[in-house]
């Protein structure tokens, strides 16, 4: 483990306008006229809201890094997937645009995810990353394959605990048919069955009682036809089967290798879909995995909605998309039991992993952790109680006790 552990409970109590020390400091420093991201320089505004320590991580690249664990559950995905279709980028920039990142995407402008609690923005219009999306259309545009796998760092303000980081890692594929490559619809259907015939097959053992779309729960976009969206849909499935096939099938083989006997090592790898909202895709999906007793919600998915691929320029096609998180599968299969410890600078977390090896993680420190209470109260007005978002509390101990944090659990007691 980390070789100091700090677990903050911080206590908010209302009515009083009385601050810690350290949260005073944090909280009262002046906002620079502008701040520099790798080798670009932004002028800040009302909306800047990254934070100094947030800035420092920007440009690590972890997933590009062929030694560490982010690095290597990259490289076993896409050589799985090598020679079918695809092309793998690593290299975007996680300074994009907040149309890059919310508008050519169709999030709505009341969405709770272009709020200031939960994005870091450099300005008004510029922004770190908060899913690899944020270049789905230009790849859309550019990607000479049918196919593509973005991989990358994102920035999302969060809570703190040992499965949750402001930046973290994501895997963004999709895949699309043109309509103009074909004649007629039959043609397009059997390319599409072809390419579903093509994915290898796995010993996975499927539970999927969805259907192709519902019209009440899951529907179907009008711009799609019945059948369409079935194939469109099953060679989503087959393709993320794959992918879990692959990464937990190599977890298992970690464990086993580690020494573990557990029964679910034994067993066949089992899997079940079931029915998602999310606003770029329509019908869409979670996949859920069967993992040491209890079902992991692993990757999201679903169809292109035709908005997205008409604000790329894209017209007459279809397609799917999906995301997941590195992070706490590479927990998963590397054995690592904080997601603080991928960021560190500790020789003795990376000289444990290697390039193309799965191996578990060792823990190296024997130090206790501590708990703080900190206790404030927050200043009232005529209008009522200064607002405090959590999250915003949650970047105060961030900035103070960085990444000795080990997890901030916040209780709110009124005073009347």
Known sequence: MIATKLPINVLCLARRNIFAAAL?????????????????????????????????????????????????????????????????????????????NFDVLGFPADHPGRSKSDTYYLNKDTLLRTHTSAHEHECFVKCPTE???????????????????????????????????????????????????????????????????????NPKQSYMTDKETALVGQHLKRTIELLVNEVFNEAKKSAKL????????????????????FPWTAPSWEIEVWWKGEWLECCGCGVVREQVLTNSGIKDTIGWAFGIGLDRIAMLLFGIPDIRLFWTLDERFKSQFKEKTISTFKPYSKYPGTTRDISFWLPESKEGFTELHENDLMEIVRETAGDLAEKSTINLWIDH
């Open 24 to 100: 005073r400091t944090v909280s009262t420093q002046a906002k620079p006229t502008e701040i520099k991201v790798q080798d670009q320089t932004f002028k800040t505004d009302e909306w800047t809201n990254a934070t100094p320590r947030i800035l420092e991580l920007v440009g690590r690249d972890l997933h590009n890094d062929p030694n560490h664990p982010i690095g290597i559950l990259r490289d076993l995905i896409e050589t799985r997937f090598q020679n079918m279709g695809y092309t793998f980028y690593g290299d975007f920039k996680p300074v994009v645009s907040v149309y890059e």
């Open 258 to 277: 580690a020494g573990s006997t557990e029964e679910y090592l034994s067993e066949p790898l089992k899997v079940r879909w079931v029915e998602a909202y």
């Open 147 to 217: 196919g593509y796998f973005i991989c990358g760092d994102v920035y999302r303000r969060d809570e703190i605990d040992r499965t949750h980081y402001p930046a973290f890692h994501q895997l963004e594929g999709a895949r699309t048919w043109s309509r103009n490559n074909f004649e007629n619809e039959e043609q397009l259907l059997t390319k599409i069955q072809q390419d579903i015939d093509a994915i290898p097959k796995t010993e996975i053992v499927v539970s999927d009682t969805t259907p192709p779309f519902d019209p009440e729960t």
